[in-house]
């Protein structure tokens, strides 16, 4: 290619020099690559790139726990190291394999992950690999340069090998951020090039025609074909720290310092046409250009400075870098040697202010004491010192005790991921050692408040209430910190078991700390516009979020008329942080109107300390079955969410039908109680205190639980005016019968109004979900002409206030399509008679198997249940079942038009109970 150009040049009267053309040459030879070129280098690299599968076991400082995969490709074959990116290592405890080429697969180990950069390495046993031949591919970063052609070799998309070409368009461009919140380089240049590299392909080497890695794949632009890649300069230094330590000790891995240096400040590079704008002088300029290399076009400046660092209030946004030690810095390659080979060491920087040249002498900090290698568990939260690179994103000193995952604890009581923890039960924390300390005088079930602030309304503390795990659903609190020798994290106990004892009572807290009578509710609610960026409508005054995994999609939710309503709140392990602490029983719904005073007898006053005071406004019913009333919260562990549970908090009205000094029961419907492995809270609408409760009885069809507390924990205040409603299981309602609908507010307050039965035996029949879980079946509810919406549950009595029925949630799933799917509500009543027969068996002492309530032994129950669904049919429709005229005669009654069919095999049931057999 040089020839003929050189020839031509020879030819023409041309002022062009003959060595210049000398000059154009090697670069045309370097950068023009045959096809047979490109094959020769392909076939040395592949075999040495390898697909990544990382599994990340918790949540730490920028990453969430989760599955993903990714490229490494093999740096040194002799000691086995594989170099990805920093976000594929990972910075918390990671399980991790390696595939190659040819399908063989081997663990790999972390051995390094950079701080700021995104590079990391693994290690693997080179001896595993036992049938493929491969070469490791050497680094080359010095020949990166504008117009190259590179090959991104990799598991682009997840198609294990991809070969994607690109030329490098630029070598300065800024560090892509990629999220306010989680990891982002900084502080170097990255290259750019339209590549079109897309997810898995992370960690992929940028390959030359010679099978060099010139770069190293890190993120790209889902908008566009742009992708970029990071520089290798670094990488280099860190693999040689790395092969160094390897050949002193052959024989195992041992942990590895590289240093590191940091000011705790972003640089980034303006142009000189920007500098100037900020007051760069004119002889400073000229004086940078003529002592830096050709085509340099500005210069480092700072655009942000962590609060507590070596440079808080020394640097400024704004300042222009000239000078570090005496040499002029124009470079961040330049500027991270200065500060890697000056951990501890003072260095001087000479900037300019506003046009103003000032010298500033600092000390260089090192960057991995700033930078977390361990964390506190405790009840599923992930707790540890804020990291350097959340401190950059927050805008928060470094070291501060912050919660990476809420885990159960903190996520009960609304504490967002992303908090800082600012004082726990009473006590400054300013580090995780604090916490743990606080946390060694809480009792099992200790109720404390914990203060919190977020990065989104910093200038603001937020308060809620934490309640300390009281059935171990999780093991003891445990510090894990990192063995880069292993590429483990060890455990350890934070905690000496025989501390963490039993608490006395629910509001049992730290020595010295007065104890909680006060109830707050922990769930974290948005209380945004409604078309905000995160699309979730408003009921009841709370927010229903959808519980998604990190790496899953959100399935949006939506709201209809007040018939389609949630009783429950579902909410994601991922909290927004800008939220505020919702009311703790949110049952008025916007939909029911409890205000309006035209459709509703109620709003009557209460004394808590004696029987309900009832008004001109309350109806008799209401006084007199207020005492009886029980609101639920209930959480469910995400470790327990078995049986298809759909949710982790339920909300609802329970209703007191057994009160003694030994034992307190009370009924709700199972959309509130639905499994036993819950954490149950009873507050009471006679008195004011919150007292754990114990699921004692779930049916295992019809759509009611007994849960069981214990009266002492009243108080002898509380137990005196606590009382368990009168039930009347006979006569049943008829249709055109008059009954009084009570339940609560979310404020406790007793709502009523009258209403029409319209259906005293409405069959049931609930469809089937997506994926399995209880549904009630095989039941008859009542149906009323008026009632307070889809989310308001309570009792059904008559004018004297006795329980005819209970008014109960049903969930149900309404399918939109043929995909998507919304879980909804509705209320119907639930005849106490068979609820009273349960409760009969359960006084009385009924032979079965025995539980332990409160200390005492006592007989459950046996439940006699026929393995079938039945499901409601028409008369009409059941001839052609093959129903006999004579039965269609003798079932031609009123209120007899319907039958239930078994949907196993051929039995019809009238409502009355009579089976025909075909």
């Known amino acids: 290619m040089g020839e003929p150009l050189g020839s031509a040049l020879a030819g023409v009267d041309s002022p062009v020099k003959e060595d210049m053309c000398m000059e154009v040459d090697p670069p045309l030879r370097e950068n023009v690559a045959t096809a047979d070129d490109w094959r020769k280098a392909l076939n040395k690299v592949v075999p040495a790139v390898v697909v990544l599968r990382t599994t990340a076991c918790r949540a730490f400082d920028t990453e969430a726990a989760g599955a993903s995969y990714a490229t490494g490709f093999v740096v040194d074959k002799r000691r086995g190291i594989i170099l990805t990116n920093r976000h594929v290592v990972k910075p918390g405890p990671v399980v991790a394999e390696a595939m190659f080429v040819n399908r063989e697969e081997i663990p790999v180990y972390p051995i390094y992950r950079d701080p700021v950069h995104d590079f990391g390495f693994f290690r693997y046993d080179p001896s595993a690999i036992q049938f493929l031949n491969y070469d490791e591919i050497p680094l080359a970063p010095e020949a990166a340069c504008v117009g190259l052609e590179i090959r991104v070799v990799g598991n682009d998309s997840g198609e294990k090998v991809s070969i994607l070409a690109g030329t490098l368009a630029r070598l300065d461009r800024d560090a892509p951020h990629y999220k306010k919140d989680g990891y982002n380089d900084f502080n170097t240049f990255y290259m750019q090039a339209a590549s079109g590299t897309k997810g898995g392909s992370s960690g992929s080497p940028v390959i030359d025609w010679q099978g060099r890695a010139v770069a190293l794949n890190a993120g790209s632009k889902s908008s566009s074909a742009s992708a970029f890649f990071l520089p290798l300069e670094r990488v280099v230094r860190a693999l040689r720290f790395l092969q160094e330590r390897r050949d002193c000790n052959i024989h195992n891995w041992e942990a590895v310092s590289i240093p590191r240096g940091t000011l705790q400040v972003t640089f980034v590079h303006k142009g000189f046409d920007e500098t100037r704008r900020l007051g760069l002088q004119s002889a400073t300029e000229q004086m940078v250009r003529h002592a830096s290399p050709p085509g340099e076009t500005g210069l480092l400046v700072v655009d942000s400075v962590v609060p507590g660092g070596p440079a808080h209030l020394r640097l400024e946004p704004g300042d222009v870098l000239v000078r ?53 568990e405790v009840s599923g939260a992930v707790i540890h010192p804020l990291s350097y690179q959340q401190a950059r994103n927050f805008r928060f000193p470094c070291g501060l005790v912050y919660v990476a995952e809420p885990g159960y604890m903190l996520f009960r009581a609304g504490v967002p991921r992303h908090a800082i ?21 809480l009792s099992r079930g200790a109720r404390v408040p914990i203060e919190y602030s977020s990065y989104t309304d910093r200038h603001r503390r937020k308060s809620v209430l934490v309640t300390i795990d009281r059935h171990e659903w999780y093991a003891p609190p445990q510090i894990y910190t990192r063995n880069d020798s292993s590429g483990l994290w060890s455990a350890n106990p934070a905690i000496l078991s025989e501390v963490l004892m ?60 007040s018939d389609n309503g949630r009783k429950k709140r579902r909410v994601e392990e991922n909290i927004s942080a800008d939220g505020v602490v919702a009311d703790c029983s949110p049952h008025e719904s916007g939909d029911a109107r409890l205000e309006d005073s035209s459709t509703m007898e109620n709003a009557g006053s209460r004394d808590y300390f004696g029987a309900p005071a009832a008004t001109t406004n309350a109806s ?249 669904e039945l499901y409601p049919t028409l008369l009409s429709k059941a001839r052609s079942f093959g129903l006999s005229d004579d039965w269609v005669q003798v079932c031609f009654l009123p209120n007899a038009s319907s039958f239930f069919f078994w949907g196993g095999g051929g039995a019809f049931f009238q409502l009355i109970g009579i089976p025909f057999l075909l």
């Open 324 to 376: 570090v030690n005496g040499e002029v810095i124009t470079q961040f390659l330049k500027l991270e040697t200065l500060l890697d080979d000056g951990v501890d060491k003072n260095i001087e920087l000479l900037i300019e202010r506003g046009g103003i040249s000032m010298t500033v002498n600092l000390v260089v900090q090192d960057l991995h004491s700033i930078t977390p290698d361990y964390f506190l």
């Open 421 to 441: 923890i600012k004082k726990f039960a009473g006590e400054e924390i300013s580090r995780l050692e604090d916490l743990i300390s606080v946390l060694s005088k």
């Open 620 to 868: 008799f019913a209401e006084s007199v079955i207020e005492p009886t009333l029980v609101m639920f919260e209930v959480h469910v562990p995400p470790s327990c969410m078995i049986d298809g549970v759909h949710s982790q908090h339920f909300f609802g009205t329970g209703v007191i039908i057994y009160h003694s000094q030994s034992m307190g029961l009370v009924v709700v419907d199972k959309n509130t109680v639905a499994i036993s492995a819950s954490d149950v809270m009873l507050s009471f609408a006679a008195f004011p205190i919150e007292i754990p409760g114990e699921v004692v009885f779930l049916h295992p069809v019809h759509n009611f639980a007994l849960i069981a507390y214990d009266p002492s924990s009243l108080g002898v205040a509380g137990a005196s005016v606590v009382r368990a409603a009168e039930l009347l299981p006979e006569p049943a309602l008829r249709r055109g019968d008059s009954v009084y609908l009570v339940g609560l507010s979310r404020s406790l307050q007793a709502t009523s109004r009258k209403s029409i039965v319209t259906n005293p035996c409405a069959a049931l029949n609930i469809s089937s979900a997506d994926c399995p879980r209880y549904r009630a079946m095989n039941m008859e509810v009542i149906e009323l002409d008026t009632d307070f919406g889809s989310t308001f549950s309570g009792v059904l009595t008559d004018e004297h206030g006795r329980v005819q029925a209970i008014w109960g949630s049903f969930s149900t799933q309404v399918k939109f399509g043929c995909s998507s799917s919304e879980d909804h509500q509705f209320v119907r009543g639930i005849p106490i008679y068979t609820i009273s027969r349960v409760l009969d068996k359960i006084i009385s002492g009924a032979s079965g198997p025995s539980l332990l309530i409160n200390g005492v032994k006592r007989p459950m129950p046996l439940v006699r249940i026929l393995e079938v």
């Open 502 to 561: 039993p608490s006395s009572g629910i509001n049992g807290g730290v020595q010295g700390v007065a104890s909680q009578t006060v109830s707050i509710c922990g769930e974290l609610v948005h209380m945004e516009h409604m078309h905000q960026r995160n699309n979730q409508e408003l009921t009841d005054g709370v927010t229903s979020m959808e519980t998604a995994c990190e790496h899953a999609s959100a399935e949006s939710i939506s709201r209809g008329e």
